[in-house]
């Protein structure tokens, strides 16, 4: 083999391992999107079923519900305009409140409840995650006093 | 009086970052010897100033000087003097401060190390440490000065973050600067090369030292980082995926390929071009990362600090040294060539191989990290890349990394014969399968194949690391005699390697078979975890300097016999208002036992996680015999004596091989 030839196998075989590795990289990209949606494109409809996402809002004042011998928890998030409800079996961040900006990630059921898997809430109580704040000023719900979004 | 001090420090340390970039900039190109000699005496003057505004940042902190804003808002007349001092770097504008003192750190480092060098390329390496330096500075006076006063003064301030309240987070953040901005050397050498047209193995033999130190530093800053998480988190995760995370995984994964792809320009005077493009990515991706963690455009615990006009000064930054260091690069590159020969089956395609796989896993990172917020920015929607995605792109990508690097260090130079090689390591790779799927087979599942999978490749990277360091032992008289003869590099790959093994098996294990129970427990209630029982006694009140907290008071049985007491907290800190959860971990060396409390509910009951996580330690273990194999190598002889060596460079391409 001439030092060419060679270089061009050494070359060739990058080529394929990179495509390798970007095909397998893509792949599983796709499969773990998660798309973020708010309580209004929930209630009209727009969210996927059957297929994990994210819905962000405030937790409605007076709307947590803890059943008295489990780890479940109901509760409403809202971006002014819609509700959706939710249901969570776990334990929640440190920083979760009625009136808080909160992020959760689940599926919708076929009743239109929001099964989470998962519920976020920031280490910072003047922070907000920037998809609820865009949520709440599309709702025109942004509270007066609320200055984190600005940051 | 001390703030404004501080502050005209730091507009002193911009001038003298001046002087040290543009008359050795301009020494070197004109072949003024006199304006090159400025570099030196600037870049410690620089280091000194920074020194002074960093004491008085300091200073005002432990002095309660809440008329400077920024101590206002991070610090409390109630916090402790501990951490009070590590305030000082807990938010956005002093660990910036920070970034810039660390900076002027290396660049005293780089005056002082420097004998070998000659005046020309020196002044060129200091040259380029200055404008980044003057960059650093001049974000801080125009973006985010720490030394801000407003008036009038808040009677008491706002109090450091709980979360940063905390031993891991005082020392991780100073760590983790090192290891960015210590890439900084390893990419002014670059540069250096590329402007003053002397990119040799020399080159790379100055630069293999300071990017050891520098990726040391990244590696501690990252275990630091992910320890923290576990035990301060309260989720008993190790790694999440975040995209901070990422932003300091990436550069160490470049910095990684950098390293190994300097040993072969070091050694056969290879890959030039490419070990030079390694360097400038490694800084750029530190430059990135702090980008990612100081603009705020990501929604993460980081996010502390966020404002348009600094992400935007960030990235005109990362865009001129990005852009300006690879033009450059494109106009020299071309004229480096690589008159090396080598076979097909050699060290050198070996270690390309792992470069190519290394780089292409940042690259897979940076998409994961990057097309969500670029998405965001177009308008185009928000997503985000769950971690799944990072996982299963990982796993293919790093099973031959391992693979590899078993047998790598056996490979010769030029040309290796893989007969040879594989009549060599054959018994050893079969043995260590074995041995993956007996251990796996009686101490957990015998029907689990990935664990079987991983273990074994855990004890092939082991037994391949100790076998090649045995090959170069046997060679000489007696073992004694042969460890002697080891080079202190040869100790640092394998100390480095095994390191991976170990990391490796502690993932594998407390990936496979931790156990999480989230149970509600009234006191006297208890609760199993495999072999392990925990009773719930009761929550009693404790207060603490600056919070109130409810300290739960948990017994771990395992049988019939007594393991430990946890504690853990659910602290409420007075200022903020802020709850937060402190786990109790009962630590060991093949388990971790692992109690937070989660919400109080009625009767006294409160939701509580249980977690047993076996060999979770590995994981960070690993880490740290990777970096005390980076120590080892850094401490080479050869690079000591890199002084009296530097006529002989023609030699270097003989000496034994790495």
Same mark, same amino acid.
């Given at each position: 083999m001439t030092p060419r030839r060679r270089r061009m196998i050494v070359v060739g075989l990058i080529l394929i391992g990179v495509s390798l590795a970007t095909f397998l990289a893509l792949t599983a990209f796709q499969k773990n999107l998660l798309y973020f949606y708010t309580p209004s494109q929930v209630a009209a409809g727009e969210a996927p079923k059957g297929y994990p996402f994210?819905?962000?809002?405030?937790?409605?004042?007076?709307?947590?519900?803890?059943?008295?011998?489990?780890?479940?928890?109901?509760?409403?998030?809202?971006?002014g305009a819609s509700t959706v409800p939710v249901v969570y079996t776990g334990i929640l961040p440190d920083l979760f409140r009625e009136g808080q900006g909160i992020i959760s990630v689940g599926q919708i059921s076929a009743a239109g409840v929001f099964e989470a898997s998962e519920v976020l809430a920031k280490h910072d109580e003047n922070y907000m995650p920037p998809e609820v704040a865009d949520a709440l000023k599309q709702g025109g719900q942004m509270p007066a006093d609320y200055q984190g979004w600005k940051k | 009086m001390i703030a404004e001090l501080g502050h005209i420090a730091v507009i002193m340390a911009l001038l003298m970052a001046l002087l040290q970039s543009v008359f050795p900039l301009l020494g070197a190109a004109q072949g003024v010897p006199v304006w090159m000699a400025v570099g030196r005496a600037a870049g410690r003057a620089q280091f000194f100033f920074l020194a002074v505004a960093f004491a008085c940042l300091i200073g005002s902190f432990v002095n309660h000087d809440f008329s400077v804003l920024y101590v206002a808002r991070n610090s409390n007349s109630a916090l402790p003097l501990y951490y009070r001092i590590s305030a000082a770097w807990g938010a956005h504008e002093g660990s910036m401060l920070l970034w810039a003192l660390i900076m002027g750190v290396w660049t005293v480092m780089v005056t002082i190390f420097s004998r070998s060098l000659s005046e020309e390329f020196l002044a060129r390496v200091l040259g380029v440490m200055g404008l980044v330096s003057v960059g650093i500075l001049l974000f801080i006076l125009l973006t985010s000065n720490p030394f801000e006063r407003h008036f009038p003064p808040p009677a008491d301030g706002n109090d450091l973050n709980p979360l940063l309240q905390d031993i891991g987070m005082t020392v991780h953040p100073p760590m983790l600067y090192m290891g960015y901005v210590g890439l900084s050397v390893a990419f002014s050498f670059a540069i250096a090369a590329l402007l003053g047209g002397s990119l040799d193995s020399a080159w790379a033999r100055w630069s293999r030292p300071w990017t050891l130190i520098a990726w040391v530093f990244l590696t501690f800053g990252i275990v630091l980082g992910s320890w923290w998480a576990y035990y301060e988190l309260g989720w008993g995760g190790w790694w999440f995926w975040d995209p901070v995370e990422n932003a300091s995984f990436m550069p160490w994964l470049v910095a990684t390929a950098l390293l190994h792809s300097l040993a072969v320009t070091e050694k056969r005077g290879a890959f030039k071009a490419w070990t030079v493009l390694l360097a400038i990515f490694a800084f750029s991706l530190s430059l990135l990362g702090t980008f990612l963690v100081r603009s705020g455009v990501l929604t993460s615990?980081? @996010?502390?600090?966020?404002?348009? @006009?600094?992400?935007?000064?960030?990235?005109v930054f990362l865009a001129v040294v990005v852009g300006?260091?690879?033009?450059?690069? @494109?106009?020299? @590159?071309?004229?480096?060539?690589?008159?090396?020969?080598?076979?097909?089956?050699?060290k050198e395609n070996l270690l390309l191989l792992n470069n190519v796989l290394l780089v292409t896993a940042a690259a897979s990172i940076l998409l994961g990290t990057l097309y969500p917020l670029i998405l965001d920015a177009l308008q185009l929607g928000k997503i985000s890349v769950g971690s799944p995605y990072f996982a299963s792109v990982f796993g293919p990508l790093m099973t031959p990394v391992f693979l590899l690097a078993g047998i790598a260090p056996m490979f010769a130079w030029r040309e290796a014969d893989l007969g040879?090689?594989?009549?060599?390591?054959?018994?050893?790779?079969?043995?260590s399968l074995l041995l993956g799927v007996v251990s796996t087979a009686i101490f957990w599942d015998a029907k689990d194949i990935k664990t079987m999978a991983g273990l074994g490749m855990a004890f092939w990277l082991a037994a391949s690391a100790l076998l090649s360091l045995w090959n170069r032992v046997r060679l000489r008289e007696s073992a004694l005699q042969g460890f002697k003869a080891q080079s202190r590099s040869i100790y640092g790959m394998t100390l480095a390697h095994m390191g991976i093994a170990v990391f490796l098996t502690g993932v594998v294990l407390s990936d496979r078979y931790s156990e999480e129970k989230i149970v509600r427990l009234a006191p006297g209630e208890s609760s199993t975890l495999g072999d392990y029982t925990f009773t719930f006694k009761g929550v009693t009140e404790v207060q603490g300097p600056n919070f109130i907290a409810q300290q739960g008071d948990f017994r771990v049985q395992r049988g019939d016999g007594d393991v430990t007491e946890l504690r853990p907290q659910k602290r409420i800190y007075r200022v903020q208002r802020n709850t937060m959860t402190e786990a109790a971990i009962d630590p060991g060396l093949t388990r971790d036992l692992y109690v937070a409390l989660g919400d109080r509910m009625d009767a006294g009951a409160w939701s509580v996680r249980v977690y047993y996580k076996p060999f979770i330690r590995w994981i960070w273990l690993g880490g740290l015999l990777m970096m005390t194999g980076g120590l080892f190598s850094a401490a080479d002889r050869r690079y000591r004596l890199a002084t009296r060596q530097a006529e002989v460079w023609g030699e270097s391409a003989e000496r034994k091989p790495a």
């Open positions: 994210r819905v962000g809002g405030l937790v409605v004042q007076g709307s947590v519900q803890r059943a008295p011998d489990s780890l479940t928890i109901r509760f409403s998030v809202t971006d | 615990v980081h @996010a502390f600090a966020s404002d348009p @006009a600094r992400g935007l000064f960030i990235l300006g260091s690879l033009l450059l690069y @494109a106009v020299r @590159a071309p004229r480096v060539k690589d008159h090396v020969r080598y076979g097909f089956v050699s040879k090689i594989g009549r060599r390591v054959r018994y050893v790779f079969l043995g």
